[in-house]
């Protein structure tokens, strides 16, 4: 059974940083990519980063380009998203989301994690 457990978020002050974490059980081998999306009330869930597997590849939407960095740890089956000079527009709950491809569209994505809320206020 596959399962993604997102941690990590909270209340952070404009300019300021957090790292969220992905971590992951039941993928089988052939999985493709871990991506990370967000979802703001009222709005559509988007697409933030995403990681292949198998090569290490990574991919940033132009919203986040240069801010956030995301980063894997096979050992622990765990994903980072390491999130710098944040804004307030970054406030949304955070899914990380698991692929048999590689993809930045969330309708690609096949299991998800319940979420993280992260609240960027002064």
């Known amino acids: 059974q596959v399962q993604l457990v997102e941690s990590g978020g909270g209340l952070v002050q404009p300019g300021g940083s957090l790292r969220l974490s992905c971590a992951a059980s039941?993928?089988?081998?052939?999985?493709?990519?871990i991506g990370w999306f967000r979802q703001a009330p009222g709005k559509e869930r988007e697409g933030v980063s995403c990681?292949?597997?198998?090569?290490?590849?990574?991919h940033y939407e132009d919203s986040v380009k240069g801010r956030f960095t995301i980063s894997g740890d096979n050992a622990k089956n765990t994903v980072y998203l390491s999130m710098s000079s944040v804004k307030v527009e970054d406030t949304a709950t955070y899914y990380c989301?698991?692929?048999?491809?590689?993809?930045?569209?969330?309708?690609?994505?096949?299991?998800w994690g319940q979420g993280t809320q992260v609240t960027v206020s002064s």
């Open positions: 989301g698991a692929s048999w491809l590689w993809s930045v569209y969330a309708r690609d994505y096949d299991h």
């Open positions: 039941g993928l089988s081998v052939d999985f493709n990519t």
């Open positions: 990681i292949s597997a198998t090569d290490g590849i990574t």
